[in-house]
């Protein structure tokens, strides 16, 4: 695709650069399937004095990148570090940045709940706390605490612990939205990828990668290794794909319908602009 077609504006705290007013700036933002956050970086050349001083641990960053008219969010976080370099006459500054760095990290929470309390009403209470928007909320199961539910300690220890090992769910945060939901299932459905419309690349698809979990012990071992099999495709930029999207791939090695599970958006403006992707058979 050609280079002019490519459109991306990153924000750090009031200022914005604009990659098609000729800034120079790269980027790279991973992604998980899991509570994990997502750390990105960024490196911006030749940024005035002015606007290098400016830079503060905490600031808010925003990346919106994708092609022309067809722009949105892949990145939404807080600068945790940042750093400058000169090269004669050039400066490089090189910023790594945290999603729900402040929220996420610091957060302590000191709560009890009555009796019969049920874990929907206690996560929804926490969330106000949280202060990130809610995306989905669906607990796998809403189990009900008969003598009540004491929650202290760091939010994000709380709220994993109910999530993920007490309700049986999802958790991740996602271009700041927090997602609840069952692990098999998808946060967005229905993207369709096949080398012959351009959105997987034809170069990749017969180099098939797996990665298979342990050998367990039991009779079911091979069915829990073919579960965790995992391939990974490159593909033009897609700020559309993230973590747990079940996705359609047509392609001449590879067909079927698949979840993912990791990945990492990587542009520049001459350079690379694609979305790397873990996945696994969609359940």
Not at 167 to 176: E, F, H, Q
Not at 181 to 207: H, I, M, R, W
Request: proline share 3%; hydrophobic share 35%; charged share 25%.
């Amino acid at each position: 695709m050609a280079f002019f077609l490519r459109s991306a504006v990153l924000q750090i705290g009031p200022l914005k650069y604009n990659m098609d007013d000729g800034f120079y700036f790269e980027f790279e933002v991973p992604f998980y399937d899991s509570d994990q956050l997502v750390t990105a970086s960024f490196t911006v050349n030749n940024l005035s004095e002015s606007s290098r001083l400016g830079i503060q641990k905490n600031q808010v960053v925003i990346l919106n990148a994708g092609y022309e008219d067809d722009v949105g969010a892949l990145f939404v976080g807080q600068v945790a570090s940042c750093s400058h370099k000169q090269n004669g006459v050039e400066w490089q500054t090189k910023i790594t940045a945290t999603a729900a760095l402040d929220q996420w990290l610091n957060s302590q929470i000191n709560k009890t709940y009555k009796e019969n309390s049920k874990a929907e009403d206690i996560v929804r209470d926490l969330l106000n706390v949280f202060g990130l928007e809610v995306g989905i909320f669906e607990l796998v199961e809403n189990v009900t605490y008969p003598r009540g539910r004491v929650c202290s300690g760091k939010l994000k220890d709380v709220l994993t612990q109910i999530v993920t090992e007490e309700c049986k769910s999802r958790l991740l945060i996602r271009t700041n939205q927090i997602i609840i939901n069952n692990p098999a299932d998808g946060v967005n459905k229905g993207y369709l990828l096949t080398p012959e419309s351009g959105l997987l690349f034809q170069s990749d698809d017969s180099d098939v990668t797996t990665v298979e979990a342990p050998q367990t012990k039991g009779s079911d071992s091979e069915t829990k290794a073919a579960e965790q099999k995992t391939w990974k495709r490159t593909c033009l930029l897609n700020y559309r794909l993230g973590p747990g999207d079940i996705i359609q791939i047509q392609s001449r090695d590879l067909n079927g319908k698949f979840q993912i599970v990791s990945g990492k958006h990587k542009g520049s403006p001459t350079g690379n602009w694609i979305t790397e992707i873990e996945f696994k058979t969609a359940g």
